[in-house]
């Protein structure tokens, strides 16, 4: 019996074509039915029933509406059954529904692999699509969002020939996902955000007023979901605790996200600087701590912070034992440490005070430091140290008692008695209250620029200056002799093109290469010329710092000096030196130089027996 094609109004599409397949006595793979439309009821507590066509059905897009209690939704499809057709079951096969473990999303795949655009294809693979939908009980046409407008996306890149995947995913629908609530914790913010490189195990922190400290988050409300097919979808509820913990008054509450979902938060920002501290689940602000000792195990890196008026007192009595153990690090605003300071220790501070000795290998900077007997490096503003023992400074001004085996690097220095092989760069003074016992020291007025290294940036730009040239004018050459050759390249390439024939794949080659050479000359020339204007900006700094150096002065109140003292005047523009080395019991006050203007203006290295009391006004010893 041939198949009559008809128009039904089913809830039930494949039990119609089970009853055409037996009816007409066809293979039911054999058969297919089209949706030619449908209509979608809900009811809320099975009573009135809502009716709804494919344009209403936004209804459902807002989760209140589709998460009401007891809702249940039916739909029936107007279908038209034919014999599939070879191209149906193509189509058919290359699309696949997948859906997530709770069956709240349904995504579509589709293999694009030889895929080939035509007319109706939307509509076939929507078709394909919905026709699965309702084999596996899923509502067609209830929460897609953009779904269609996807799939019409993608054949536009299939017409387009754009696709370049071999498998497209596009979600269908989806439902409600529950929200669950976040169990209680107390969340340490401050620790959370802070950042220091090269810096583990962080015992103390500082913190800036207004800065997020602690976030309590307690449960907030949960909602059940809903999922494609109506069925609920549970939401986590944690087991009920309480986390006991008070903060001082130095604190702001600030309660966040209250009577809502997943979570109610409470921060607690600092309402002043400091450090943060935690006392029997009591969190303060304090400005000051004071140790008995500090050591990478116990203790580990203290961040307090150079701007947030944290004060830490180290008190160690102990002979045997380091104040500050190995490996540590410290950075406060002011630090006092009364004991001994181990090596690989780093220690950063606007105000320093070390009453012991510093490790050969320890490091520290601050804006004032004292130290009692300095071996490791300091970098300072003003240091004052009593002794120097093969220590190095780095300061603006530093001011020493005694010294042995030192580096020392500032614009003014005071040493009352150098001891021997002290090594002092200075750019305005250096002062010696008496030096008739100390020998091998070496004095040397100089540009000092550690902090910029413009010396070295100089040095690097005139070995590029020189290297530079050599390239440029290779490339000049390689430029020229290609020329020629490129040119009629060029011409033929465009004969070729006006001909509509094939250009041979070699002329590509040769161009590029043509074009980087003209390219990298550019880049070249281009850097000649920044080089150049870097190296005058430079040179006219370092000029404006080496001008300071005709009123440098080596001072020795005593006037008596030791053997194979180095007094050396280094100057970079034109590059020379001036030196002279004393000898056991020479006496000069004073070492300076002056313009010679009876001989072309050179400058001389002279000596004086007097000074200016002014001068050494600055030089007062510590007094700490």
């Known amino acids: 019996m041939n198949l009559e094609e008809e128009n039904l109004i089913t809830s039930d599409p494949y039990n119609e074509l089970l009853k055409a397949s037996t009816k007409y006595k066809i293979d039911l793979k054999k058969l297919d039915f089209q949706i030619l439309g449908f209509n979608t009821s809900y009811s809320i507590d099975e009573k009135e029933q809502n009716k709804l066509n494919d344009k209403e059905l936004g209804y459902f897009d807002n989760d209140e509406n589709f998460l009401q209690a007891n809702l249940k939704i039916t739909q029936e499809y107007k279908i038209k059954i034919s014999e599939k057709s070879p191209a149906q079951t ?15 999303k349904l995504i579509a795949v589709i293999e694009l692999g030889g895929l080939e655009f035509y007319k109706s294809i939307a509509m076939d693979i929507l078709q394909d699509i ?22 019409i996306d993608l054949l536009n890149e299939l017409k387009e020939q754009k696709l370049h995947r071999k498998k497209a995913y596009i979600l269908v629908c989806k439902g409600v996902h529950s929200i669950s609530a976040e169990s209680e914790k107390l969340v340490l913010a401050y620790r959370e955000n802070f950042k220091q490189e090269k810096v583990q195990k962080v015992s103390i922190i500082g913190v800036n007023e207004g800065d997020l400290v602690l976030k309590h988050i307690t449960p907030g409300l949960t909602r059940e979901g809903k999922n494609l097919k109506l069925e609920p979808i549970k939401a986590f509820v944690p087991p009920e605790k309480k986390i006991e913990f008070s903060c001082s008054a ?16 409470g921060e607690y920002k600092a309402k002043k600087k400091g450090f943060v501290s935690e006392m029997n689940h009591n969190f303060e602000i304090e400005n000051e701590l004071n140790l008995s000792s ?15 008026n944290v004060t830490i007192n180290i008190r160690n009595a102990s002979e045997l034992e380091e104040a500050v153990g190995s490996g540590v690090y410290i950075e406060c605003e002011n630090l006092t440490i009364n004991g001994n300071v181990a090596g690989n220790t780093t220690l950063k501070a606007k105000v320093l005070k070390i009453y012991g000795h510093t490790h050969s290998t320890s490091k520290m900077s601050a804006e ?14 003003e240091a004052d140290i009593d002794s120097i023992e093969n220590g190095s400074v780095k300061a603006d001004i530093a001011k020493i008692k005694k010294s042995l085996g030192a580096n020392i690097t500032a614009k003014k220095v005071s040493i009352l008695t150098p001891a021997n092989n002290n090594t002092i760069i200075f750019s305005q003074i250096a002062y010696v209250d008496q030096c008739q016992s100390g020998t091998n020291n070496k004095f040397h007025a100089q540009v000092i620029d550690f902090k910029d290294d413009l010396q070295t940036k100089l040095k690097q730009i005139q070995e590029r200056q020189k290297a530079l040239p050599a390239l440029i004018e290779n490339l000049k050459h390689n430029i020229n002799s290609s020329k020629n050759g490129v040119e009629t390249l060029l011409k033929t390439i465009a004969k070729l093109k006006s001909q509509n024939q094939a250009i041979p794949p070699n002329f ?35 000029g404006e710092a080496q001008d300071e150096l005709l009123e440098a002065q080596v001072i020795n109140k005593g ?17 020379s030196e001036l030196l002279h080395a004393t000898s056991a019991n020479e006496v000069a006050k004073r070492f300076f ?29 510590s007094k700490a």
Not at 298 to 303: F, K, N, R, S
Request: aromatic content about 12%; hydrophobic content about 35%.
């Open 250 to 265: 130095n604190f702001e509450l600030t309660k966040m996200n209250e009577n809502t979902y997943k979570s109610c938060i």
């Open 593 to 621: 130089v002056k313009r010679d203007f009876d001989n072309e203006g050179k400058i001389k290295l002279e000596n004086a027996n007097e000074y200016n009391e002014k001068d050494i006004e600055w030089s007062q010893p």
């Open 294 to 308: 500090v050591n990478f195990k116990d203790t580990g890196a203290i961040c307090a912070g150079l701007d947030k």
């Open 368 to 381: 004032q430091a004292y130290i009692s007997t300095h071996r490791g490096y300091l970098e300072a503003k």
């Open 559 to 575: 006037g008596v000096w030791g053997d194979m003292n180095e007094i050396k005047f280094k100057f970079l523009f034109p590059k």
């Open 90 to 104: 193509e189509l058919s096969q290359r699309i696949k529904l997948i859906s997530d473990k709770t069956t709240n």
């Open 130 to 151: 919905y026709k699965k939908m309702i084999k596996e009980e899923f509502f067609i046409g209830i929460r897609i969002f953009d779904f269609k407008q996807k799939l």
């Open 508 to 542: 590509a080659p040769i161009i590029k290469e043509f074009q980087n050479f003209t390219q990298e000359l550019n880049k070249l020339q281009l850097e000649e010329n920044e080089l150049n204007l870097e190296e005058q900006k430079i040179i006219k700094t370092l």
